[in-house]
């Protein structure tokens, strides 16, 4: 079975650096930065009436309209993607600790103090911490199984 890009009549659709070839069936496609005449014209009259939009509105704010009031607010003051959030969990030291303190979030879960959203956050800080832990005990170890070796590299020598 032969390909068709092997056939002498069909011409390939890709060069070698991978830009189309010249008599393409898919065309080159729209040109670099082609921006619709619309669109021109739309930030055009965008670009003459922010000014007296927003003294409209910033007006209409001042005057105890809410709704503009709330426009306005809502792009100087952006609202909060989380909140704070307290539970009764234990300092994290050690990997008990870590264990302790994931006690304490699933708990926290199940009686409703926090959404599950906000366990699941938790449950991420305090694995990060179990794993940060876990670095440092391991290091310490390496110190230690490093210094045993060369003890006894010092025995034989």
């Known amino acids: ?12 659709v890709r060069h070698g650096n991978g830009q189309f070839a010249k008599g393409n069936p898919g065309g080159p496609g729209r040109p670099r930065n082609a921006v619709s005449r ?10 003459d ?3 007296t939009i927003l003294r409209t509105i910033v007006d209409k704010a001042l005057a105890g309209d809410m709704r503009a009031a709330e426009m306005i607010l809502s792009r100087a003051w952006p609202m909060r993607r989380g909140r704070p959030v307290e539970i009764a969990a234990p300092a994290v030291n050690d990997l008990a600790d870590v264990v302790s303190a994931t006690g304490a979030v ?8 926090i959404t599950p959203d906000e366990g699941r956050a938790f449950s991420a800080v305090l694995e990060t911490q179990r794993h940060a832990i876990e670095t440092v005990d391991m290091d310490a170890k390496m110190q230690i199984m490093e210094g045993a070796v060369a003890r006894v590299k010092a025995k034989l020598s």
């Open 1 to 12: 079975m032969s390909d068709a890009s092997d056939s002498s009549n069909t011409p390939p």
């Open 49 to 51: 009436a922010a000014e």
């Open 38 to 47: 619309a669109a021109i014209t739309l930030d055009e009259i965008g670009a």
């Open 106 to 113: 699933a708990t926290a879960v199940m009686q409703g103090e």
